[in-house]
């Protein structure tokens, strides 16, 4: 890949870093320091219906399943700027074919091809 591809890609995967780090650390104080009094206006600290419960802890759950699918795609992120420093950003992990623009352009972090990465997918 040349060097100036390279430097596009390095910038947009600096780019997705930055805005990930900053939707995660908003995501974990809204999960982890949400208070109810500014959830729904109860003057209480304690839910009165056993569904405020499930439902306190279903969206608590959702947004640390959302944190843990963006900290992957972090390290995805991560990963991939070191194959930008080593020179073999672009190149499957898996097969060593050269991965399409047209896919580092969808997904900057890719690691594999489209056919490994379904491979890998399908647990083969």
Not at 32 to 45: F, P, Q
């Amino acid at each position: 890949m040349k060097k100036d591809d390279m430097k596009l890609y390095r910038n947009r995967l600096l780019v997705l870093r930055a805005r990930l780090r900053g939707d995660v650390n908003s995501m974990a104080e809204a999960a982890l320091n949400k208070n109810r009094m500014e959830g729904n206006g109860d003057l209480s600290s304690m839910p009165i219906h056993m569904a405020d419960i499930g439902s306190d802890n279903f969206e608590q759950e959702f947004t640390l399943s959302l944190m843990q699918s963006e900290e992957d795609i972090l390290e995805k992120i991560e990963g991939s700027l070191e194959r930008i420093e080593e020179g073999t950003y672009g190149t499957c992990e898996e097969c060593g074919v050269r991965i399409p623009k047209t896919r580092l352009n969808a997904i900057p972090y890719a690691e594999f091809c489209v056919k490994c990465a379904e491979r890998v997918e399908q647990g083969g």
